[in-house]
């Protein structure tokens, strides 16, 4: 009885291993509205644009782009792009079921804040925002 519970375990586990890879693949072609949290104490929104040729932008600051691409399956998305043109960032994220949200960790590269984010597919409510360099304003 043993073996063959470890056997089914074992099968499932493995079966589950495509799916997750998988939903990185699927966030390609979606918007995200992803709620950031700053450790300097700030939090905002931006809808996130992954494209399907791997190129990445948010909607309201058309000067911020970059890339993404999964990181070695398991759901995993790696971002980088330079906020309006100017602070780089880094992050990664674990893609939700069908790809449909995302939740992650990130920080302005050489910058003084990191973050966490969390968001589902869809653009984010028309909230009016001033010209920044920084991400975290």
Not at 31 to 44: I, K, Q, R
Not at 65 to 70: E, I, L, P, Q, R
Not at 103 to 119: E, H, I, L
């Amino acid at each position: 009885m043993k073996t063959i519970l470890r056997s089914t375990v074992a099968l499932l586990c493995v079966a589950a291993l495509p799916a997750l890879a998988e939903n990185c693949a699927k966030i390609s072609g979606r918007a995200m509205c992803l709620t950031f949290h700053y450790s300097t104490g700030f939090s905002n929104q931006y809808t996130a644009f992954f494209r399907a040729d791997g190129s990445f932008h948010l909607l309201e600051n058309l000067d911020t782009s970059g890339t993404w691409s999964c990181a070695g399956g398991r759901g995993l998305v790696d971002v980088e792009y330079l906020f309006a043109g100017f602070e780089q960032q880094s992050w990664y994220a674990k893609a939700g079921v069908q790809g449909k949200s995302l939740k992650g960790y990130g920080r302005a590269v050489g910058g003084d804040y990191m973050y966490d984010f969390s968001g589902a597919e869809g653009e984010c409510a028309a909230v009016p925002k001033q010209a920044t360099t920084r991400q975290d304003q």
